[in-house]
């Protein structure tokens, strides 16, 4: 198990439930412990030629596993397209093609058909779109193509939960890293639009894959005194009365 | 010289041969010539256009009648259309003294039913301003003039040289004000098509 | 003109931000100009192919460029057009007056042409005394305005009809408190149709320009190119030098995706082709460089160059609609001028590939399937790597790097700093921490998932 350091640290019930999902699933995971950050908020500010050390370190801890599955779009499209590590790039290129965000991994390698979730609750699906446009774990609505998504297959499995529809589907939520202190003003009103979107059509909770977007928009759903809370997607596919 | 420099750096930094894409498959894929009729009309009305099907020039003319006042000033590249100015008489003059004309009526041979554009070269024009400088414009059509998408009026037009030509379809507009779609910006205030059948 | 700003994105945004409800306006107008592309797109079940084949001939039209550029100008002068070529941005505008002087000519038309704002044509003409009216609808709102145009399609999409009313009336002698869209326009066609009929130079840009036949395609809706250059003694058509295309067919791929990409409309109302010019007139045109043979050498964004300045990408982008067209400072805003400014002036533009969230909607708009967000990505090394990133951002990225390195210091460090959320608040709560204007921050748990892990381990190993 990949978990994103921001998660580590500030959203651990996340990961449990992924844990515990997946052990549920049938897997054998484990979590090595020296594992910190992938890397990306230093990558996308421009120090990707900083990210070395974390590079070495993944390949360090990561190798040898037959799936590396995170709870993040993101810090999974990230190891995929930058991971690389000098003297260990054979096994940088056997990590990026066995790394998996976890909803893709439910739904493609354990090919998961139904959950033992409850959840009776409506809830919002927010795209990241990390895990969208990269990962491809959803159609994106720019694409003349068939429409699918992973994250709502799963949803759709658990007893109780409605998923309420959204004026834009995909539009970004504004976080994008140190996007979010550098471009304050544009970052907290895109953040604001999404919430208003998803709470005008009654979600009592907004989820995704990615902890980073719900971050940031429960920061803005804090300030609001707002009763409406986000929660992991991992939690819900987890979650029991 | 600034041509050699720019070519110069031009050729220098452009990156190997990447070939041209096999079009084929585009081509037969949009070449669907069932319901072309139906297609072109109601997309050129959706763009603004008002489309007309008719027997016979009659019929254009009586239309004609009824839209536009008598007296006003009328140039038409249609012999049929007797009454107007003839096209081919005033062609070579200067371009400034069509700005009276309150209509146009002209000809062509190719329209498209994807987008509801028609084809005119100078020679269907007579002046290249005259579509564009008159109030009004009509364009006569055969029925059988029609072809699916962009690609089949590439190929219809093939090498023909043409000085100037355009794919008009439908009257000039904008929506540079908030997005409000105004009919009638520079060019003509409408379109009428007259599709011979 | 407006004079340039020295202010960044990120404060123009800001300033930009301030007027919530206009901010509301200005995004719901370009997202629904978005979703009249999407209708428009999925009226073609061929439409990723057709993305496919334009971005496939632009990266042809790429690797020959000086053969094509060539083969051009050969069959345009064949055809009796007067090709010019100009470096940069002065020579052009240097070429462009001396046209008009050598004839006499003091006043000009011009329809848009955004290489010419890149330019700044309208300033130098104005200074050696020539006067340039825009004629399309919206360039000369922002003309009259005294503002640079705000999107590359929409000039300006930035402004509400009152206030079109208001610079009419002022300018135009529309009735005060005019705002109808129909009345304004009206007003304009009287008051440029006096300007076509009148002006002995006309200037145009160029959309497409085929190398096999030497003819150059332009569209538009309004009718104001052709009314302004089949009316004029000499055309004057400006255009950059990857406007070009290979042959006459490839038309029937660009003028499919072109306008349904920029407004949802099928095609726009004319789409014209200059081939020669009328008898008794001159068609002069104008391939312009100015930095494109450079970016042509950049490996990681000279894809950049295939641009068709449709603005999908602007209509698409997050921080474009609520950030606004002139806070990218820069002639072409938004998610393209983003990857194009940087090659024209790294340290000016060094802001703008760092105002996107890298979310990838513009590459996936893009009728000629230019990789924007990546090259957003990739520009931003190349700025830090150049030095144009602040101090204290280097250091403290250094810091991170450092910290993340290490599964000590990083463990070390994410308790600390939980520790500090938790029992002394207020140092991270307050007015210094960007983060905090508008958001709480997140609540600190107990203990980590690592921690949580070792523990649990522990348990279930003894």
């Known amino acids: ?241 | 010289m600034s041509r050699e420099k720019i070519l110069a750096a031009v050729k220098f930094n452009q990156p190997t041969a990447n070939p041209l894409p096999d079009m084929e498959v585009l081509n037969t894929l949009t070449d669907v010539r069932t319901e072309l009729l139906a297609k072109y009309k109601t997309i050129a009305t959706a763009g603004g256009s008002f489309v007309y099907e008719v027997s016979g020039f009659d019929e254009i003319k009586t239309i004609l009648k009824n839209e536009f006042k008598p007296g006003v000033k009328i140039i038409s590249a249609l012999d049929e259309l007797s009454d107007y100015i003839y096209a081919d008489t005033v062609k070579h003059e200067d371009g400034h003294t069509f700005a009276d004309v309150e209509l146009t009526v002209l000809r062509t041979n190719l329209g498209v039913a994807e987008n509801g554009a028609l084809w005119l070269t100078e020679k269907e024009m007579g002046s290249r301003v005259l579509p564009f400088i008159a109030q009004h414009l009509a364009v006569v059509i055969g029925k059988d003039d029609f072809v699916p998408t962009m690609a089949q009026a590439y190929q219809t037009i093939g090498e023909a040289d043409y000085g100037y030509g355009s794919f008009i379809s439908g009257p000039s507009k904008t929506a540079d004000i908030e997005q409000s779609l105004v009919i009638g910006a520079h060019g003509p205030r409408s379109l009428s098509v007259f599709i011979l059948l | 003109m407006s004079t340039a700003t020295t202010k960044d994105h990120p404060h123009l945004a800001a300033e930009f931000n301030r007027d919530e409800p206009r901010v509301n306006w200005h995004d719901e107008t370009l997202w629904w100009v978005r979703a009249k592309r999407d209708i428009a797109a999925h009226k073609l079940p061929e439409w990723e192919l057709l993305r496919e084949t334009a971005s496939q001939i632009k990266l042809n039209v790429l690797s020959n460029l000086s053969t094509y550029l060539e083969q051009f100008e050969a069959n345009a002068i064949k055809n009796g057009i007067i090709v010019h070529w100009a470096a940069d941005a002065a020579e052009h505008n240097q070429i462009v007056h001396n046209l008009l002087e050598q004839r006499g000519i003091t006043k000009m038309v011009k329809s848009k042409s955004m290489l010419t704002e890149e330019c700044h044509l309208n300033e130098y003409l104005k200074e050696q005394g020539i006067d340039v009216i825009d004629s399309d609808l919206g360039e000369r709102i922002v003309q009259l305005a005294n503002e640079p145009p705000s999107h590359i399609v929409l000039p300006c999409i930035h402004k509400k009809k009152e206030e079109i009313g208001d610079i009419f009336h002022e300018h135009l002698g529309s009735a005060k408190g005019e705002s109808d869209p129909k009345i304004l326009t009206e007003t304009a066609r009287q008051h440029l149709r006096e300007v076509f009929l009148t002006r002995r130079a006309a200037l145009t840009g160029v959309n497409f320009a085929v190398a096999e036949t030497g003819e150059f395609v332009i569209c538009t809706n309004e009718g104001n190119a052709d009314m302004g250059a089949h009316l004029a003694e000499i055309h004057i058509a400006s255009m950059g030098i990857e406007k070009i295309i290979p042959e006459r067919k490839h038309l029937g791929v660009f003028l499919r995706l072109l306008t349904r990409s920029a407004t949802g409309q099928p095609i726009t109302t004319y789409s014209s082709h200059f081939s020669k010019p009328q008898d008794g007139t001159e068609i002069h045109i104008v391939i312009v460089d100015n930095g494109r043979s450079i970016q042509l050498g950049r490996e990681e964004f000279r894809n950049s160059l295939k641009c068709i300045r449709c603005g999908a990408c602007m209509n698409t982008c997050p921080v474009y609609r609520k950030s606004g067209g002139h806070s990218y400072h820069t002639a072409v805003a938004g998610p393209i001028g983003s990857i194009l400014a940087p090659n024209l002036d790294m340290k000016k533009y060094a802001d703008l590939p760092f105002a996107s969230t890298l979310c990838g909607s513009c590459s996936n708009v893009c009728p000629v399937k230019i990789d924007i967000h990546d090259q957003l990505y990739k520009w931003r090394q190349v700025i830090v790597k150049e030095g144009y990133s602040p101090k204290t951002k280097t250091m403290a990225m250094k810091a991170m790097a450092l910290t993340l390195a290490s599964p000590t210091l990083y463990r070390m460090g994410g308790k600390t700093g939980r520790l500090v959320f938790k029992y002394a608040p207020f140092a991270v709560n307050n007015k210094l921490n960007p983060w905090y204007n508008q958001r709480e921050m997140p609540k600190a748990p107990d203990e980590s998932f690592g921690e949580w892990y070792a523990k649990r381990k522990g348990a279930k190993n003894s």
Do not use: W
Not at chain 1, 72 to 82: A, M, N, Q, V, Y
Not at chain 1, 164 to 189: I, N
């Open chain 1, 1 to 241: 198990m990949f978990v994103p350091c921001y998660v580590d640290q500030f959203y651990p019930k996340a990961a449990i439930a992924t844990l515990e999902l997946l052990e549920k699933l049938g897997c054998e995971v484990h979590y090595p412990k020296n594992q910190t950050c992938c890397g990306q908020p230093m990558a996308n500010s421009g120090y990707e030629h900083l990210t070395g050390g974390c590079n070495n370190l993944f390949v360090d801890n990561f190798s040898g596993y037959d799936y590396i599955v995170c709870p993040s779009g993101s810090c999974t499209l990230h190891i995929k397209e930058h991971l690389h590590a000098d003297g260990k790039e054979e096994q940088a290129t056997e990590i990026r093609k066995k790394v998996y965000e976890l909803t893709e991994f439910l739904v493609d390698v354990l090919r998961v058909k139904q959950l033992t979730a409850t959840f009776p609750y409506r809830v919002g699906l927010h795209q990241s779109c990390h895990g969208l446009r990269g990962l491809r774990i959803a159609q994106m609505s720019e694409l003349v193509a068939e429409p699918f998504s992973k994250p709502e297959q799963l949803l759709d499995m658990v007893n109780g939960l409605e998923l309420v529809p959204l004026s834009r589907q995909d539009d970004c939520c504004g976080f994008g890293g140190t996007f979010c202190v550098v471009e304050e003003a544009v970052s907290a009103k895109m953040g604001k639009d999404r919430v208003a979107d998803h709470v005008s059509h009654g979600a009592q909770y907004i989820t995704s894959a990615d902890l980073s977007c719900l971050m940031h928009l429960e920061g803005i759903l804090r300030r609001q005194n707002s009763d409406v809370k986000v929660i992991h997607v991992a939690e819900i596919l987890n979650h029991s009365m």
